[in-house]
C-alpha cells in the first residue's frame, strides 16, 4: 500500500473516501457512519500503511490514556468491516499479531473533501446563531447526562426549543458523542409529548438510533435507558414482547448497580411487560 501523509486533507481507497478533518466517511459518495471509536480505529491502521498493528498498539492509539477490553478494539473492527460490506477484507486479521489495512490509498485535494455531502440529520436547520447562552447550554448539556428527563421552563418566545436542540446539533457537528445517546433518547420523549401524526414513528427513530450510538459506545448505562424508553413505546403500540425480548437482555447484563433508578425503572417496566 503507497504510504499516504497523515496530514492529508482526504484519501480514497477503492470506492472509500476518508476526509479527515470532516472526520467523514463516504461509500460511493454517500454518508457512511460507523461512529467515532470506529473512525479513529481505521485512521490509525491507514496509517500504519500497511504494516500490521499490534492490539495493544492500536488500543493505545483509539483510547489514548485508557485502559479498555480488548473485546471494545473487536466491536470497532465489526462496525468497520460492516460498514464496508462486500470489501470486508480490507482490514486483515493477523493471528497472533494484530490487525492490517490492505487498501491501495490515494491522496486528494482539499477542494475535492470541501465537495462532499454533509451529515445527515433529521434536526430543523437553525436559521441563525445561537449568541450569548453559552452559560445555559453548558448547564443543558451538564443536565441531561445526570438525569433522566430535563424540562426547560420560561416565558412563551425565549427560545426554550432552541435550546434544548442546539446541545444535539452541536454533537452532530462536532463529532463529542459522549452524551450522544442521552441526547437522542431524551429528543425522543419530548417527541412523544406531541400530537403531530409523525411524532411517534420519528421518537422511535430516536430510540432506535440512541440504543445504535450507546452500543458503539459501549455505555450500557445508556443503552439501557434507550432500551427502556423504545421498550415503554413498544408496549404502547401492543409489540409487548418486543419490548421485552429487547429490554431483558440490557438488563441481564448488569452485575451490580440494581437499586439505581434506572435499573429499578427498568424492572418495573419488564414486571409490567410479563
Not at 464496508?84 to 497472533?96: M, S, Y
Not at 435507558?225 to 447484563?253: D, P
Request: glycine share 6%; net charge positive; proline share 3%.
Amino acid at each position: 500500500m503507497a504510504g499516504v501523509p497523515e496530514s492529508s486533507a482526504a484519501i480514497e481507497f477503492g470506492r472509500f473516501k476518508l476526509v479527515r478533518h470532516h472526520r467523514e466517511l463516504l461509500a460511493d459518495g454517500r454518508p457512511v457512519e460507523p461512529g467515532g471509536r470506529a473512525f479513529d480505529t481505521l485512521v490509525a491502521l491507514i496509517d500504519a500503511r500497511g504494516t500490521v498493528l499490534a492490539k495493544d498498539e492500536l488500543m493505545s492509539r483509539v483510547w489514548p490514556d485508557r485502559v479498555v477490553e480488548e473485546n471494545n478494539l473487536a466491536a470497532q473492527i465489526s462496525t468497520l468491516r460492516k460498514a464496508f460490506g462486500a470489501d470486508r477484507d480490507l482490514i486483515q486479521t493477523v493471528a497472533g499479531r494484530g490487525y492490517q489495512f490492505t487498501g491501495e490509498v490515494r491522496a486528494t485535494a482539499a477542494r475535492v473533501a470541501a465537495a462532499t455531502p454533509s451529515r445527515l440529520t433529521n434536526l430543523p436547520e437553525a436559521v441563525s446563531e445561537l449568541i450569548g447562552r453559552e452559560a445555559e447550554l453548558r448547564d443543558a448539556m451538564d443536565l441531561v447526562t445526570k438525569h433522566r428527563l430535563v424540562t426547560l421552563i420560561g416565558a412563551g418566545g425565549i427560545g426554550k426549543t432552541r435550546l434544548g436542540l442546539e446541545p444535539i446539533a452541536r454533537v452532530e457537528r462536532t463529532e463529542e458523542e459522549w452524551c450522544f445517546a442521552e441526547l437522542l433518547r431524551e429528543k425522543g420523549e419530548l417527541l412523544l409529548l406531541r400530537a403531530a401524526p409523525s411524532a411517534v414513528a420519528e421518537a422511535e427513530a430516536c430510540f432506535q438510533r440512541a440504543l445504535d450510538v450507546a452500543r458503539r459506545q459501549d455505555a450500557l448505562a445508556r443503552e439501557l435507558r434507550a432500551a427502556t424508553s423504545l421498550a415503554r413505546l413498544w408496549h404502547r403500540q401492543h409489540r409487548t414482547s418486543h419490548g421485552r425480548k429487547l429490554l431483558a437482555a440490557v438488563y441481564r447484563r448488569f452485575t451490580e448497580g440494581f437499586e439505581t433508578a434506572d435499573l429499578t425503572a427498568a424492572r418495573a417496566l419488564l414486571a409490567t411487560l410479563q
